[in-house]
């Protein structure tokens, strides 16, 4: 039997393991029933650029999620619940869609909860003869039990390490344990791809990418990340430097994630990508963000 299907009387697909019986319904810690929700989809220009390539990256945006970021600007879906529920058909028809439409990938958003049901779409949608690249798009926050049953499935993850300090990831996250979790899951993605590979069309096939969002009065934290990486798995990981934090949700009432990381912290982060050798990757401007911050990237090669 699938393991993804196995847990699913106990559900286990995340860190949280909170055990609820998601086939008979019930709501486990992230907010995720017995039906997959999502909350929109469609071709995404925002992305790293060997992701969303020319025509965009077919990304599916969950409801749900398996943190609770107190700065979160997806609340309304992640946190909330907002979205509406589809079947696997109609998880399906709208994977369908997106490739009918020309885009490069299949890109799933916050995907751990809805993970069985993902793959029964993505089953569904092969047969009817068609088929992308899988992206994988995560806080890092997965268990590597999990992470080896998407062995050979998943082509491409686009994964972060937010923190390098509990304490952090328990006050901005809720997950003490993230630090831990994050890095040995990103081990097994590394192991699982390897290095970045492109087509003649410059898009991802395979690969692992690191999300660095920098973060308030943290700057210190994604130095550490960028240190461990460059020591545990090299400096050929492609990596994404994120200046695009903008207090949102809870954080606009604490201190100090009530404000944008200034551009001196940005910059120490900025300096270390540069000093440590990382060979591939893409440092966001810093600037006033976007407001929407779907489309705020502005990429230059590392
Ligand atoms: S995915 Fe949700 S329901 Fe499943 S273990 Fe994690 S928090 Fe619980």
């Known amino acids: 039997m699938n393991p993804l299907v196995s847990s699913l009387a106990r559900c286990g697909l995340c860190p949280r393991e909170c055990g609820v019986?998601?086939?008979?319904?019930?709501r486990g810690w992230?907010?995720?029933?017995?039906?997959?929700?999502?909350?929109?989809?469609?071709?995404?220009?925002?992305?790293?650029?060997?992701?969303?390539?020319?025509?965009?990256?077919g990304t599916v945006f969950f409801s749900r999620c398996t943190l609770k970021c107190l700065y979160c600007q997806?609340?309304?879906w992640s946190q909330e619940?907002?979205?509406?529920?589809?079947?696997?058909?109609?998880?399906?028809?709208i994977l369908k869609s997106l490739a009918v439409e020309g885009c490069h990938n299949w890109n799933f958003v916050s995907p751990t909860p809805w993970l069985p049901w993902i793959h029964a779409a993505w089953e569904c949608v092969v047969k009817d003869?068609?088929?992308?690249?899988?992206?994988?798009?995560?806080?890092?926050?997965?268990r590597v039990e999990v992470?080896?049953?998407l062995d050979g499935w998943v082509n491409v993850y686009l994964t972060d390490l937010r923190y390098s300090e509990p304490d952090s990831a328990k006050e901005g996250s809720r997950a003490a344990d993230y630090v831990d979790v994050a890095r040995r899951a990103l081990l097994e993605m590394w192991r699982q791809t390897g290095p970045l590979?492109?087509?003649?069309d410059g898009v991802a096939r395979r690969g692992t990418i690191?999300?660095?969002?920098?973060?308030?009065?943290?700057?210190?934290?994604?130095?550490?990340?960028?240190?461990?990486?460059?020591?545990?798995?090299?400096?050929?990981?492609?990596?994404?430097?994120?200046?695009?934090?903008?207090?949102?949700?809870?954080?606009?009432?604490?201190?100090?994630?009530?404000?944008r990381p200034t551009a001196e912290e940005y910059g120490r982060v900025v300096e270390a990508v540069e000093r440590l050798g990382f060979s591939e990757g893409w440092v966001q401007e810093y600037e006033t963000p976007s407001p929407d911050s779907l489309v705020g990237f502005k990429m230059s090669p590392v």
């Open 74 to 76: 997806n609340y309304p």
């Open 210 to 259: 690191c999300r660095l969002l920098v973060l308030p009065g943290r700057a210190d934290e994604a130095v550490a990340n960028l240190e461990w990486l460059a020591e545990a798995v090299g400096t050929e990981i492609p990596v994404s430097v994120m200046a695009q934090y903008t207090p949102a949700y809870q954080a606009l009432q604490a201190a100090p994630w009530n404000r």
């Open 30 to 57: 992230c907010g995720a029933g017995g039906v997959t929700e999502v909350y929109r989809y469609g071709a995404h220009h925002g992305e790293e650029p060997p992701v969303s390539g020319t025509r965009g990256s």
């Open 21 to 26: 019986n998601r086939q008979q319904g019930k």
């Open 129 to 142: 003869g068609h088929a992308l690249p899988i992206v994988y798009n995560t806080s890092g926050f997965e």
């Open 197 to 200: 590979e492109t087509g003649g």
């Open 147 to 149: 992470l080896r049953a």
């Open 81 to 93: 619940g907002q979205g509406r529920e589809v079947d696997e058909i109609g998880l399906a028809a």
